[in-house]
């Protein structure tokens, strides 16, 4: 028979993951649209676009519809899984730090998948990319990125666009003064907790992690210093999950040891690809001077 880890535990390790995951969230939460519908595991959403009203309309002419391509975006979804072995026979000898410890650990893992699903679906279906590999980031860039934006009419002023940014290009925005100081960014921007963020012309800027950004350990990554930054309108990515966090423990005889295993099933996708524009930099630390 096999041997079952106590109820208490079980439920314990669930809630305190779930609650670490929802507690710290993910990098890029809060900077997409979740979907409008959930059926089985698969994502619905509203497909985006821009609309025009009808000008100089005269007396019986016939209305044209303003959405025409405007719909409903599929999206299937892939499960993500944080697995842990704890090599303990005796459940009473882990402490409750220990176990803390293991359930962030399991959080904020499931959390960095979040970011690369939405980082890797902003990057591959981009419409449009500015600046080039052969230079550092500059402020210059940043509106080069909101003027291609702008150009396909997406509402910059409403205050939902986001970019992420590399540490290298992070350190050379710094030294701009009107990117420092308050009188041109305001307060401290409060959409990520602790985060490296900065509100500047309307953009929502903040650095990413290198490794997730630039896609390392997969197909889509950047080359040797190389860089994809990346600037998007909130509601031109999609990102969802099909159910809440699940999880199980259980004794595995072959190793003595218990497994933890917490689940999810999420998606992402740019529902509007002029909403989003990659910013190419060069990815190297010897460009960052105090001077």
């Known amino acids: 028979m096999a041997r079952q880890a106590p109820n208490w535990y079980v439920q314990q390790w669930k809630d305190g993951t779930t609650h670490e995951y929802q507690s710290t969230g993910f990098a890029l939460k809060n ?17 985006m676009g821009v609309g025009y009203a009808e000008e100089d309309v005269q007396v ?3 209305a044209t519809p303003m959405n025409p391509d405007q719909g ?7 499960k993500s899984r944080a697995f842990y072995e704890v090599y303990e026979d005796d459940l009473d000898q882990m402490t409750a730090d220990e176990r803390a410890d293991k359930q962030k650990e399991s959080a904020q893992a499931l959390g960095r998948v979040h970011d690369r699903t939405i980082v890797g679906a902003v990057k591959s279906e981009a419409a449009g990319s500015v600046g080039a590999y052969a230079a550092g980031g500059s402020l210059s860039l940043l509106l080069q990125g909101r003027q291609a934006l702008l150009a396909e009419d997406v509402p910059c002023e409403d205050g939902n666009v986001f970019c992420a940014v590399d540490s290298v290009t992070w350190s050379l925005l710094l030294a701009y003064e009107q990117f420092t100081n308050s009188q041109w960014v305001g307060p401290a921007l409060p959409f990520v907790t602790g985060a490296l963020a900065k509100t500047w012309n309307g953009i929502h800027v903040f650095q990413l992690s290198d490794k997730t950004l630039r896609m390392q350990d997969t197909a889509s990554a950047d080359a040797a210093g190389q860089a994809t930054c990346l600037m998007w309108h909130k ?16 004794w595995d005889i072959d190793y003595d040891c218990w497994k933890h295993s917490m689940r999810m099933r999420i998606g992402s996708k740019l529902i509007l690809p002029k909403g989003a524009v990659k910013l190419l930099t060069k990815y190297d630390a010897t460009l960052i001077s105090l001077i």
């Not at 969802?240 to 999880?247: A, I, K, L």
């Open 60 to 62: 019986g002419d016939k």
């Open 72 to 78: 409903k975006v599929e999206l299937g979804t892939k």
């Open 235 to 250: 509601g031109a990515v999609g990102f969802g999950t099909v159910r809440d966090m699940t999880g199980d423990v259980a």
């Open 31 to 47: 900077t997409t649209t979740p979907p409008v519908k959930v059926v089985g595991d698969k994502l619905y959403f509203n497909k």
